[in-house]
Structures are given as C-alpha cells and as structure tokens.
C-alpha cells in the first residue's frame, strides 16, 4: 500500500484547539500560502458540537451526480460499519462498494479495501472526499435510476375519461364562472381566508375584492385638473417630474392616465406602453399613473447636493 500520512498525534492536536498546520507530522501538501488560506477556511472555533475523534468528510458516488456533503464520521469507525452508514445515503449494497479515500485536491490518498480496518488508519482530514464505486451490475443508481425523473413512469388519464369525472377542476371552475364570470382562483383563497379570519374574530372586516375598471371615464374629473407640462410630485415615494401626457391608454385598462417624465431614472420605460410611443423621454425616466397619484403645482427638481434645510440658520 502506498504510503499513509501519519496521525499518532492528531487526536490530541485537535483537542488543544491546534490548527491543522499545527499538528505534529503533518505532511504538507501546499506551499506556505497556500496551507495558510486552507488553514483558515477549515478551522473550528470550537463553537460546533464535534468530537475529537470525528471527521468531516463528502462522500460522491460512480453513478450519482449528487454530493453527500461533509458527513460526520469517526475515525475509530470500521470501514465496514462506514460503508453500512453510506449504503443509507445512496443506496449501495456494502458488498458492492469499493470505497477510495481522496485528499482536498482530490488525489487517491488510498483505496479502502479491508474491512477491518479503522477508517482513522487512513489519517482522513476535514474536507477530504470518499469516493464510492459502485460494483454492482443491476444497480438501482446505474443510468440515472435514482435521479433521472424522466425515467419515472407518471400516471396519465385520457381526455375523455377526465372529463367523466364529477370532481374535475374544469368541472368545478367552470361552476364557478358560471356564478360569478371575475371569478378567479386567487379570489376563492382569498374568500376562504377571510372566512377562516371571520370565524376567529366576528368584527374582522375583509377588504373589498378587486373589480376591474370598465368605465372610459374613470378619474376623468382629476386628470382635468392636470395639463402637459404641468410640474408634478408622484406618491407614494414623493418623486418629482413633469407631466408630459393625460389622456386615455385602452391598451392597459379603461379610464384616464398621466404621463410623466421624472426627473431620475426611477421609471420604468421611456415614454412607451405596450409597443405604441406617448411621449419622448430618457429610458428609465417614464412613467404611468393614475390621476389620483400625481399632484400638479409648484415642485421644482430637487438639488440632491443641496443641505441648506438641514443646517441651521446663523444669526449675528
């Protein structure tokens, strides 16, 4: 067998809280650099409940793509009893593993093929990887077996027996349009939730349920109120700009609609809606709301380098 790094003292090198680099014998693999950097990535603070004799060590497989992650091991552990813990985890007969215990650069450290022997023999370090091959022919994991959803067999129904059953989804929505032609799923688990609210609390008010707006002159009266070229704030957000259009967008829903262009780029288009120009401004600086959220009037641009409301005035 090829040669083993050495672990006579590394128990009692990590119960003093020594880093690895610390640890007598310890054959380094790295330049200084290098082993420093690992040092401080692998160190325990002592903080995690981890015995002395425990290890942390990933485990990957010949036929899975997944990657067991730093599983808890103990070094005083048979490798017998190590593959009967990793047959839990991927499903591999222990008569069928060929176990090879790889360093953190994944270099063959050694191939495990005693079973008696204690997987502490193998000096295995935080971070290190056991590979498991898997020897069996008709194995479960072989060709994706256990990853591969495509290779699961799903259960179908024909169209027409779907339809001859009396508790359908089609059957039960179309019901449900019947009684109400808003009705949509998100208003039935808003329903039901108000419902299980009220139940619990008899003065529970639930908000009125969102009706779209049909009217052509919904907010007609408060856009009469803005023209273009109007300065403006918008709220929420108290964001200033100037009114650039008012008028109707049938393409987004019924009633009435500002356009404004903002002072920064806080819109989210550039004068366009829905592939048709409305006005012309910078990407980013356009916008579109209803009346009720602009109020036209005396707004400058703001100065966002000016701190004169801040400082106090000096009098002498």
Not at 95 to 105: C, G, P, R, V, Y
Not at 203 to 230: C, Q, R, S, Y
Request: glycine share 8%.
């Amino acid at each position: 067998m090829a040669h083993l790094r050495g672990n006579v003292t590394s128990d009692q090198a990590l119960a003093q809280g020594k880093l690895p680099s610390e640890m007598p014998g310890r054959t380094r693999s790295l330049d200084q650099g290098g082993e420093s950097i690992r040092d401080y990535v692998l160190w325990s603070s002592g903080g995690q409940n981890k015995g002395v004799s425990t290890v942390l060590l990933h485990v990957t497989h010949s036929n899975l793509k997944a990657r067991f992650m730093e599983l808890r091991l103990d070094r005083h552990m048979t490798i017998e009893r190590v593959k009967e813990k990793l047959r839990t985890h991927c499903g591999t007969g222990s008569a069928f593993m060929h176990l090879t215990m790889l360093n953190e650069h994944d270099q063959v450290v050694a191939d495990m093929t005693d079973d008696t022997l204690m997987l502490g023999y193998f000096s295995p370090q935080d971070g290190w990887t056991i590979h498991i091959t898997d020897l069996d022919a008709n194995s479960l994991s072989a060709n994706g077996g256990l990853e591969d959803v495509s290779l699961v067999t799903k259960y179908e129904i024909s169209e027409e027996d779907y339809l001859k059953r009396d508790d359908n989804f089609r059957k039960w929505k179309a019901e449900k349009q019947a009684e109400d032609p808003t009705w949509t799923f998100s208003k039935q688990v808003k329903r039901q939730q108000d419902a299980k609210r009220k139940e619990k609390d008899p003065n529970f008010v639930p908000e009125p349920e969102w009706k779209p707006i049909t009217d052509d002159d919904h907010m007609a009266d408060l856009a009469a109120a803005i023209k273009v070229g109007d300065r403006c704030e918008v709220n929420p957000g108290g964001k200033r700009g100037e009114v650039k259009f008012v008028g109707r967008i049938p393409a987004i829903a019924a009633g009435w609609f500002i356009g404004v262009q903002y002072d920064e780029p806080v819109g989210k288009n550039d004068g366009t809606c829905k592939g048709k120009r409305f006005f012309e401004c910078p990407p980013n600086f356009g916008g579109f709301l209803r009346p009720d959220k602009v109020t036209a009037g005396d707004y400058p641009e703001l100065d966002l380098f000016d701190d004169d409301e801040d400082e106090p005035d000096i009098q002498e």
